[in-house]
């Protein structure tokens, strides 16, 4: 059901994308006088499609579910507006720690292309900024109390039902990232991409005698850092919705 929402809340964010260029066409066109005075206008296109690490994850790993929808508005020669979309249900045992994270998480920003292409070419290497946003809650499955002295012979046995176990719920985070990419073009409008991101935590609602360890979309936190990384490696498809007048 969590997915359904996703995509519905996409494919209304395209349709919406879609209607605001057909009104502002004219303001958004980037014109260029090439030698003999003839007027070009910059192609715009809109490229959407999905992250395959998180899929394939969620289908090999008993431990993760997770999906990313990505997409990117061009709206200039080298520069493109993104948007990525992504829900996350991750188990993990941090040292005595066992817990679920289950959250959504929205990135907003854009990419610019430091690639010049060859005639006939649509490859980018991209550096870009993002902005991102998590609503998300923590569930303690259970913990152990480590007993260094061997005096309770049972100490070392997880605590699924005692004191702090349960449901975190209405936590948030936000951060930014960096983002250093590349895309290649596989076929006509399609398209194959890798990007590296540095993130900064800016702020994160903690939960009640718990912590935010990890955090969807900004991945894994520590007490004594606020950086974190990540990746993603999409196949996406370009809708082009200008051409270049030749």
Known sequence: MKYVRIWVFFISLLGGLQWGLGQQEERLAISVTDSIGVKEKTPLSLRFGADLYRIVRSQVSDDFNGFEAVADLRVG???????????????????QVNFTTTGDYLKLGFDYNMYENWEGMDNHVTIGLRFASSSHSQFLNNYTILDRTRFWPSSDLPISNGYATGLRPDLNAQWFEVVVGFKVQLLRNIYMGLSLRLNRLLNDKLPENFDNIYIPGFNKKTEDNIFGAGFNYTLTYSLPLRSRKK
């Open 77 to 95: 020669e080298k520069l493109f507006l993104a948007i990525e979309l992504g829900s996350v249900e991750s188990t993990r045992q941090v040292e």
